[in-house]
């Protein structure tokens, strides 16, 4: 009792803690019920459909089907439209069959019209209708009444939509004349005996919200009324669901049956909260579900509010009741039911029917595209930090690294640099000669990066200001005339990043004579493009804000990904279209993976904050956008050095590696904690950099494929349940397995070493385990747990220079680590590092091959042309026997004698400097 | 310092031609004798000769490779004659970027480095020169004000004992107006008790003939008429009534008027015996006629009179003391070995950066003034927070202006070399804390002229 009393007593301070110094004021953003859309839309009860499918409209082509829904309760009709496109994608788009006025559909999302593959129809009576999706026996089954689509392989339901009724359509209506008639009108129908009798006729009438809502002090003016969308999905046989960036949430995303349904609304949420579906910075409307047979994907192209309920019928069976369902032979398949609710827009959502997890990456690359391949330098190490004071701050800091040893690559500069907030400029007296200050740290070889932000100070001195006003080009209030929020500079207009001639306008704005003081080796960072507007409804842009004929309401997810991708259009006609742009976002939408990173937002210097950056940036991954990181040492308050330290060791094995800080906390450069700190901190970033070759390939294969560079381990052991809710370890590609301490005081992590026939490889011990097993890990404070995978190949730098532009002619180390069957293979790809040229195939792509004893380089691109100073200094053989004879066979056919060390005791032979170039075919051959 | 630069150059170029080991020391020389085999320097490893500077890093310690990148943990040499020889990091060799000056790590690279030793060195020279200068002449005035500050400490001292002499005087002055004021507050009691005796019938201070006639004379003509008998005397029966000009005439002996002599005989027995009348009763009536009374008024005014100087002294005595804990306080403070920092109290220094004006008053305060001039507190003197080697290297000022994320503002002052005493730069690396540089010539370090280029050459 004293025991349980006393835990509460913590619970009750810990919650007090929580609740005071550091938390998101919820009461700043929507709950689903202060939603007016989300709350009508969620009180619809299952199993009501009025939508019938009016199977004489039916009217099937080559590429689509067209089909006529009809809602039984006030006669108004919809379109269907359904189409077969290719690479096993079912599209389905669902519109107002006559709306009074077009409906938003999100452009530029898309990288083409997705081509189709043709229907066939392969039955039809008056119950339905059942078309074939042409492989693999997958049908689609059209049910009338009430209109239901069930996707078929075989006898496997793979998912169905509307199956639970909850299709819903709010079509565009005139306003009734005035506000008093519908109210009293309301109050006679109200039968609060027969609720169901009054939902089903409620489409009709108008209710609180529909054409007006107001939260806290701002009022929404809806000149359109409701608008709403809802859909229904079942999943059966799935138990695990993903995806549906940005949340601060587990990789796999739980049911939300007792709370709020997952938000998706750009939101520059201040200090947020862990483990909530409130909803962040970025949005991308894409779900993957997966079991061990198959992984699918939903990607709802709506660009409004939207929220996504998630239900199943196994959550909340504790293990045992499963078993006991096992056991006693419960024949209930487990079934996850999802629901979409948008605030307006139309359906438009692509079902990616996989069946392997990288064919639904692939599927969903098809449709917006894969990561840009950034330049090598910016997977290095950033530092950043709000703010390098002036100058000579830079350079300082530029020092210390040269002092201490410490490669980067980028220092930032975030929104003091300005004159004012004035984007493009620079303060006159702590920046007084940007190039100057840019010419040395290219004299390094390193780069920056400065903030340009969408919100643009109102000022008739200020010449950005001046173009886009007078051109039109800002979004405008409801009243027509230009919309101002307060953001960093005071009052701010916002550019209509939705409108291209205002996005060419603004890439042309990044030209060297126009963003005076800029330089080749300055690239940009695109902060608070939510947007965030700080007084304006949940610190973003009135809803009835208008972007043309749009209203903001349409369009507020996609401003973002418009902001980005003008920008780094901008960065690449500043150098002819010869340079690959490098820009950050902080907002994003489906498609963003194409203009460059993001990152988590303004996290905090907790432990928690640390762990989630793991499932934040494995769920951005699942979703295309793989150059993805979170601010090392954590943006708000002042990190201890372990959790510092522990943050670099986890940092420099994620995809985008910055560190960065608030304004109000004490400096951290990594030199700042004592040379222990130092040590470690500078051992975590060189091991980044020796593993720069890896990265950059995962990156050009993710440009390629649209497979994730950061992975969970699930996309590679599709088959294992015990890898489905792994949320504390990834897998860099598919050879590296990271296990980072993000515990204070950890002795010791149990990593999961997955496959069954696998091995693993310590990277630092080269100790082999085995697969499927948990490993613990006893670890001081220098172990980062990382495990290359028997059977790998992976290519590293192991001269660590300042930067990693100075290490691009370096020579290669292979590390070799063979498998039970004692191969292995892996790519090296190599270019110029920082230019378009590759389009024009001007890059070395080979494969590294182990097998009979023989390791040999085989061209992957023989029509690709490059060549490369650097050469194999070093072949590093994990698992291997000693050998009597290394012999090395290059291109011209001469042999030669290799010497060799050979360590017994982990059997690891290393190769000493073998020298042939990394671009040639080579063979050497163990006798 | 010519010496040096020909004789390390003679070395440095005759190993250096005949060794060709890249990036070594002449001083390491020894390690890298031409044999078969080479022993990395840690001993961990043998290898063949021919492996040194290969660009394949063999020894675990990087001994191996001195001249090119191949080791991570090795270090090359530049020797850079005519400037200060230095180590790089092995990572810099070849890397592109010259570091050193003599161009030698640059010796495979896309890069063409200009030799720049001669003329870095020329600067450099010239700087340690300046800095010699410098460190000479705020040597020389550092002694001038450690002379000063003695001088100026005991300047101080002088002006503490004199002020705890002064307080000493001024002790005794006050103990002296005390008793004073005691007295005087004593005879002002008494005067007022027989006052108050006389109306109650106390004969306290009019039981002699004389002393009720003086009292009965309240415009001391020495004689007492009537209208001093009416004024005094009352019958016992009806203290309240005023006697009559005919009961007061009688009581005169018939006259208008009475002297001592005739009093002595005549109303003095009448005003003993007490049998019809006597003198009117103080508490009952005298109220008026008591703070009139000339003597108690005059022992009312010595009274006050005490007072007010006891005050005085008193005051004068708490300034005293005041300044004395002051100064104390200020003498409190550590001045350094030699008081050289003494001169610096009561002195304040201003920098302007960019918008704001900056004024460090060393033990004192530190303040920041924007152009609206709103000041703010950036800390008042905390401490001296240099190394324990040399502690006057640095001083804290805490517990400024308190800041929006919690904490106060604080400012570091760091005391560097300089022939005049100046505030040089402040910075703000991190919200609210601040970072001086304060030039003086005490900070002046006679050990600085030790290090530089002479040793290095």
Request: charged share 25%.
């Amino acid at each position: 009792m004293a025991s349980f009393t006393e835990r509460m007593a913590f619970v009750l301070v810990m919650a007090l803690c929580l609740s005071g110094a550091l938390a998101v004021d919820r009461g700043n953003f929507k709950t689903c019920d202060q939603s007016a859309f989300c709350k009508r839309q969620r009180a619809l009860k299952p199993g009501e459909s009025p939508y019938r499918a009016l199977l004489e409209t039916m009217e099937l082509t080559n590429t689509r089907l067209t089909l006529q829904l009809i809602n039984d309760n006030n006669k108004v009709r919809l379109l269907l439209e359904l189409y077969r496109l290719q690479g096993n994608i079912t599209r389905v788009k669902i519109n107002e069959l006559k709306p009074l006025k077009p409906r938003f559909e999100v452009p530029d999302v898309l990288v083409r019209e997705p081509p189709t593959e043709p229907l066939s129809l392969l039955s039809q009576d008056e119950n339905g209708v059942v078309l074939s999706l042409g492989a693999e026996s997958q049908r689609v089954i059209v049910s009338a009444r009430p209109f239901r689509l069930d996707i078929m392989e075989g006898r496997d339901v793979l998912m169905s939509l509307n199956s639970r009724g909850l299709l819903a359509f709010e079509h565009l209506r005139m306003r009734k004349d005035t506000q008093a008639d519908s109210e009293a009108e309301k109050k006679e129908e109200v039968d609060p005996a027969n609720p169901a009798e009054t939902t089903k006729d409620e489409d009709d009438k108008d209710e609180d919200g529909m054409w007006e809502e107001t939260f806290k002090s701002h009022t929404d003016g809806k000149p359109n009324g409701p608008s709403a969308i809802s859909l229904d999905f079942s999943l059966p046989g799935v138990e695990h669901v993903y995806g549906i960036p940005e949340h601060a949430e587990t990789l796999r995303l739980k049911t939300t049956d007792n709370g709020d349904p997952y938000r998706l609304y750009n939101l520059d949420v201040f200090q947020y909260e862990l483990f909530n579906p409130m909803a962040l910075y970025g949005a991308v409307p894409v779900m993957l579900a997966h079991n061990s047979q198959r992984t699918t994907g939903i990607f709802w192209l709506n660009a409004a509010e939207t929220w996504v309920d998630i239900s199943s019928n196994t959550a909340g069976k504790t293990v045992f009741g499963k078993m006991l369902d096992y056991v006693q032979g419960s024949s209930e398949t487990p079934q996850t039911d999802v629901r979409w609710i948008s605030e307006s827009g139309i359906i438009d959502v692509f079902i990616m029917l996989g069946p392997t997890p990288k064919d639904v990456f692939s599927q969903y690359a098809s449709l917006t595209g894969t990561q840009s391949f950034p330049p090598l330098s910016s997977l290095a190490y950033h530092q950043c930090r709000w703010n390098y004071n002036d100058q000579e701050d830079v350079k300082l800091v530029d020092a210390g690294f040269d002092e201490h040893d410490i490669p980067y690559d980028f220092i930032w500069l975030d929104i003091e640099h300005t004159d004012g907030k004035r984007y493009f400029t620079w303060d006159p007296h702590k920046f007084a000669t940007p190039k100057e200050m840019l010419q040395g740290i290219m004299d390094k070889k390193r780069k920056m990066v400065a903030i340009v932000d969408p919100h643009i100070k109102v000022d008739s001195n200020y010449k950005i200001h001046n173009e886009i006003r007078s051109r039109g080009f800002y979004i405008k209030n409801k009243d027509g005339g230009d919309y101002e929020g307060w953001c960093w500079p005071g009052s701010a207009g916002y550019p209509d990043f939705t409108c291209a001639d205002m996005r060419s306008w603004w890439a042309s704005m990044f030209a060297y004579d126009q963003y005076g003081g800029s330089m080749e080796n300055l690239y940009t960072w695109n902060d608070m493009n939510e947007p965030s507007v700080f007084n304006g409804p949940e610190v973003t842009m009135h809803k009835d804000a208008m972007h043309g004929a749009w209203e903001h309401r349409d369009v507020h997810n996609l401003y973002g990904f418009y902001v980005q991708m003008a920008t780094a259009e901008g960065l690449i006609q500043r150098s002819g279209g010869v340079e690959r742009p490098f820009v950050l976002t902080r907002a994003f939408f489906a498609g963003s993976q194409r203009y460059g990173a993001v990152w988590t937002g303004d996290n905090a210097a907790e432990w928690d904050h640390l762990k989630i950056s793991i499932p934040m940036c494995l769920s951005l991954g699942l979703v295309g956008i793989s150059f993805c990181g979170a601010d090392v040492g954590g943006f708000f308050k002042s990190p201890s050095s372990e959790l510092l330290v522990r943050w670099y060791q986890t940092g420099a094995y994620q995809p985008f590696f910055r560190a960065h800080a608030h304004l109000d906390t004490p400096r951290r450069e990594p030199w700042l904690f004592g040379p222990e700190n130092t040590a470690l901190i500078r051992e975590a970033v060189r091991q980044r950099y020796t593993l720069l070759p890896y990265w950059y390939l995962q990156f050009y294969q993710a440009h390629c494929t649209g497979q994730p560079v950061m992975r969970p381990l699930w996309v590679e052991y599709p088959q294992d349940p015990a890898t489905f809710a792994i949320d504390d370890e990834f897998l860099i590609g598919t050879d590296l397995l990271v296990h980072p301490v993000t515990e204070e005081g950890a002795r010791g992590v149990t990593a999961y070493l997955p496959g069954k026939n696998e091995v693993w490889f310590d990277v630092n011990t080269f100790q082999k385990h085995n697969g499927a097993q948990n490993l613990y890990i006893p670890v001081t404070m220098s172990s980062i747990p990382v495990f290359q995978r028997g059977g790998s190949i992976i290519p590293r730098k192991l001269r660590v220079r300042r930067s990693s532009t100075c290490m691009e002619h370096d020579p290669y180390t292979l590390f070799v680590a063979l498998n039970p069957q004692r191969t292995a293979e892996g790519e090296l790809y190599i270019d110029d590092g920082h230019t378009f040229n590759y389009e024009k195939k001007e890059f070395i792509h080979r494969k590294l091959f182990f097998a009979n004893n023989i390791l040999s380089s085989i061209n992957l691109a023989p029509d690709a042309k490059f060549s490369t100073q650097s050469w194999i200094e070093r072949v590093i053989i994990l698992g291997a026997s000693k050998p009597s004879k290394v012999t090395l066979q290059t291109a011209d056919g001469q042999e030669s004698q290799l010497e060799f060390e050979f360590d017994s005791s982990m059997s690891v032979l290393t190769l000493r400097k073998p020298g042939m170039n990394a671009g040639e075919d080579w063979k050497v051959m163990l006798q | 310092m010519r010496f040096y630069v020909f004789i390390a150059s003679v070395f440095c170029c005759a190993f250096a031609d005949s060794r060709k080991i890249r990036g070594i020391s002449s001083s390491y020389k020894r390690f890298y004798r031409e044999r078969k085999s080479f022993l990395c320097i840690d001993g961990s490893k043998l290898i063949p000769f021919e492996q040194v500077n290969d660009d394949y890093c063999d020894c675990e310690d990087g001994s191996d490779e001195p001249g090119t990148s191949a080791c991570p943990r090795g270090r090359f040499y530049c020797t850079n004659l005519g400037f200060r020889p230095h180590y790089i990091p092995s990572s810099r060799v070849n890397d592109g970027i010259c570091d050193c000056c003599d161009a030698s790590d640059e010796y495979n690279s896309h890069i063409r480095c200009q030799k720049t030793c001669w003329n870095l060195g020329q600067r450099e020279r010239a700087y340690v020169e300046g800095q010699m200068r410098t460190l000479d002449e705020g040597l020389r005035l550092k002694q001038q004000l450690i002379e000063e500050g003695v001088l100026l400490w005991r300047e101080k001292q002088a002006q503490l004992r004199e002020l705890q002499q002064k307080a000493e005087d001024l002790h005794l002055k006050v103990e002296e107006h005390k008793k004073r004021k005691h007295q005087a507050d004593q005879h002002k009691e008494q005067t007022l008790k027989t006052l108050q005796a006389g109306g109650a019938g106390s004969r306290q201070h009019n039981n002699t003939a004389s002393g009720l006639f003086q009292f009965l004379d309240n415009n001391k003509d020495g004689s007492i008429t009537v209208d001093e008998v009416q004024a005094r005397v009352v019958t016992i029966h009806d203290e309240k009534r005023l006697l009559s000009e005919n009961e007061a005439v009688a009581l005169l002996g018939g006259g208008r008027q009475m002297d001592l002599t005739m009093f002595r005989h005549t109303l003095w027995d009448t005003l003993t015996k007490g049998d019809n009348v006597k003198i009117r009763d103080t508490n009952a009536a005298l109220d008026s006629p008591v703070v009139e009374d000339p003597l108690l008024m005059a022992a009312d005014r010595a009274a006050k009179w005490e007072a007010t100087n006891l005050k005085k002294v008193e005051e004068a005595y708490e300034t005293v003391n005041m300044e004395i804990s002051d100064l104390q306080q200020k003498l409190a403070i550590d001045y350094g070995t030699d008081w050289e920092f003494l001169f610096l109290n009561s002195q304040c220094y201003k920098l302007q950066v960019y918008e704001y004006t900056y004024t460090l008053c060393p033990f004192n305060q530190v303040t920041q003034e924007n152009t609206a001039g709103t000041q703010v507190s950036l800390g008042t003197w905390g401490m001296w927070a240099g190394e324990p080697k040399n502690q006057y290297s640095q001083m804290v000022y805490e517990n400024g202006e308190p800041c929006w994320q919690g904490g106060s503002r604080t400012a570091t002052v760091t005391l560097t070399c300089g022939t005049e005493t100046a505030l040089r730069s402040v910075k703000e690396p991190s919200k609210c804390q601040y970072i001086m540089d304060f030039q003086t010539p005490v900070a002046c370090q006679p050990v600085l002229k030790q290090r530089g280029i002479h040793s290095e050459l």
